[in-house]
């Protein structure tokens, strides 16, 4: 029998990983599985200010529909921040507001992608822009991607098998799930590629103002060549997630297609909370406030490389990354890390086992740690926790 | 030259329409093209009291991440509403928060939708709907639509010339763009067709409760017959649109599927508005709010009919909507609703061509009128110089 539901949902379905994750909701789990920003770090009282003033100030407009491509003011203030950060030249104009980044992954997957069209990314890639991608049929080509970004070589190798590639999907800074960080020239290369195949670029960058070392690489959006980049950015981790709004630059003609189906797909994002983030621009310092997050997590990530140096046993590596949320282990060849969270679970201990964050499968001895969302003592305890378990799994023979 | 954009953009494009009426912020212009609900009428001040609370009450757990099926308590506090109102036995946990009604569409449309497959809809349909759907490529259907709402022998002779019709997407109670609203015999012969075709019936009531006249009609969801009905709601007309909050009704194997794609397309709806909403429902009388708001809309819906009566020429035919906020009205054959419009404009006047409003075109002689968002005054005022636009051109000769 034929099913009733569209043939895209055939390769989409409900992930048993975030069944099992469900039980981390229990105050008791240590968790590093989730992405979550360290809640404490969200600046409340500035809201309520910014709250009332929003309704004092503008009233019922705050409340009522307004344009798709989003509030000019905040549009004008994203602009003038990301040319400050980057370097680029953008105008209000090249900003759509969107329904967090998540909706920019969406957006341009329903604007670029046809049935097999193919779609290349990091291996391993944010599971979100998998499952974003994923209803749009496209296939998925996996990059080899070492600590210094994608590999040209490996993406001119994987060009020479595709038959009709599209897009080039990047997370270049602080990588979800990896934790790395592309070098400047990993950059040059990979665009000067992508421009030469006629590549669209999609370089998804929500972690960029987390570095807790040096400096973040130049975005790709920035850099010359000639390459077609839409660029990917939102609020949820340099103030708060809840409120579900980010944004998408993009060259003038992909800009008006992604708006013309983001009107189809929710008319625009809240009005009320583009009113209320505007206005926390203006009044207050978010830079001071991403610095005060920027602390908090570089303490955190220190706290869990030095728990992991001690807790784990030999024969697992890890990643050490310069910033963002996340931080990726490899166990050894066939330990599985579905069975280590499993025994982690009884021991009330969380992650996320890699395998998810491969389109196309395998690598089930890999696994993603998350570090902002947890106070260092109970990092140090969870991992302590979580290195018996897997001294338990290395150490029994495979099988 | 093939283009590098997907092929579900050959059909969408941006509306000229939209282009004209871009002008009508201006306020001199006296508006009855969009869609608004009259801002004077949104509890501004009930609203500040509900976002102090909610920030003193909830803190950082309402700007985090949440799930992507929505706020239980929200959900809980939906469906005891819908229960009461239609009479329906519904769970929380069939109650999909979304952002807005919109977003049940696209949803729906990307859960069932396959290239070419039918999407039958009253003729004329909501905009909104047709954008929604057309991304996932359908054939759209139209089916005569009268008075008393959908034809059901039309329906039937429709199916017979259809190869694989999937949706049936409808809006029962004073629908947008005619204001008209379904006898109940309609709804019992309708959904008795799409339970003996198996299609699957899209129940879009954005409108239900805005109603000025007797009694809102059954809801096809609370109707037995088995037929398969998805029911979208929406805050934007009973409280303000502003904040993207509706929700889907579905049952359970469907239910799964939008959650699942929704979690593709933005994650999860606004945590803070979701909680902004509850904590509204629990503390002010929502219902004291709409009984207002239709005390208003009936007062304008009144001013426009009889303003209509008196203004308008001979051989224009208009819609007696008992609800809603929109009515449609037919000029004589050959004479161009779009014409009239540029006219119009030339007079700070505005409203939507009807054409737009028909998937399959044609029907250019019709047009649909807000009557929610201007008072009483500048409703007389405006349908006086549209009246005197339209006397021209139908006293021109055609051509």
Redesign the interface.
């Known amino acids: 029998m034929t099913s009733?539901?569209?043939?895209?949902?055939d390769g989409?379905?409900?992930s048993e990983i975030r069944e099992l994750l469900k039980i981390t909701q229990r105050p008791e789990v240590i968790s590093f599985g989730?992405?979550?920003?360290a809640?404490?770090l969200?600046p409340?009282e500035d809201?309520?200010v910014v709250?009332?003033d929003v309704?004092d100030r503008e009233?019922?407009?705050?409340?009522?529909?307004?344009t798709t491509e989003g509030h000019p003011g905040l549009r004008e203030a994203i602009a003038r921040r990301l040319n400050s950060q980057l370097g680029t030249a953008f105008e209000a104009s090249d900003i759509l507001i969107t329904?967090?980044s998540?909706?920019g992954?969406?957006l341009t997957g329903?604007?670029?992608?046809?049935d097999d069209?193919e779609v290349l990314c990091e291996s391993p890639t944010y599971l979100?822009a998998i499952?974003?991608f994923?209803?749009?049929r496209p296939r998925f080509v996996e990059v080899p991607t070492d600590d210094d970004g994608m590999v040209p070589a490996e993406l001119e190798r994987s060009l020479a098998g595709c038959r009709r590639p599209?897009l080039l999907y990047v997370v270049p800074n602080f990588q979800n799930p990896s934790g790395r960080t592309w070098s400047l020239e990993r950059r040059h290369a990979v665009l000067d590629a992508a421009a030469r195949h006629?590549l669209?670029v999609i370089e998804d960058d929500p972690y960029g103002q987390l570095c807790y070392e040096g400096t973040t690489p130049p975005a790709l959006a920035s850099l010359p060549g000639g390459a077609t980049v839409i660029y990917l950015g939102t609020f949820?981790k340099i103030f708060?997630?809840?409120?579900?709004v980010g944004w998408l630059v993009a060259p003038r003609e992909i800009y008006?297609?992604c708006a013309?189906?983001k009107?189809?797909?929710?008319?625009?994002?809240?009005?009320?909370?583009q009113y209320q983030i505007l206005a926390y621009l203006e009044r207050f310092d978010i830079d001071a406030s991403v610095a005060r997050i920027c602390k908090v997590y570089r303490r955190r990530r220190d706290a869990m490389l030095r728990a992991l140096e001690s807790e784990f046993p030999p024969g697992v590596s890890w990643t050490r990354p310069r910033g963002g949320l996340f931080l990726w282990a490899t166990l050894p060849e066939g330990v599985s890390a579905r069975e280590a969270l499993v025994r982690a679970l009884e021991r009330n201990v969380a992650f996320v086992p890699g395998g998810s964050f491969f389109p196309n499968g395998g690598h089930e001895n890999t696994l993603r740690l998350n570090f902002s969302n947890m106070p260092e003592e109970r990092i140090a305890e969870g991992i302590a926790r979580l290195g018996a378990v897997l001294r338990e799994l290395c150490a029994a023979p495979a099988g």
Not at 4 to 9: E, K, Q, S
Not at 59 to 66: F, I
Not at 110 to 114: C, Q, T
């Open positions: 009733r539901f569209a043939r895209r949902l989409m379905k409900a989730g992405g979550l920003p809640p404490e969200f409340i809201l309520k709250m009332a309704l009233g019922p407009r705050a409340l009522q529909y307004s329904s967090g998540q909706q992954l969406d329903k604007v670029f992608l046809d069209d979100g499952n974003a994923r209803a749009y599209k006629g669209v949820s708060c997630p809840g409120m579900r008006e297609k013309l189906v009107q189809g797909a929710d008319l625009h994002t809240s009005t009320l909370a």
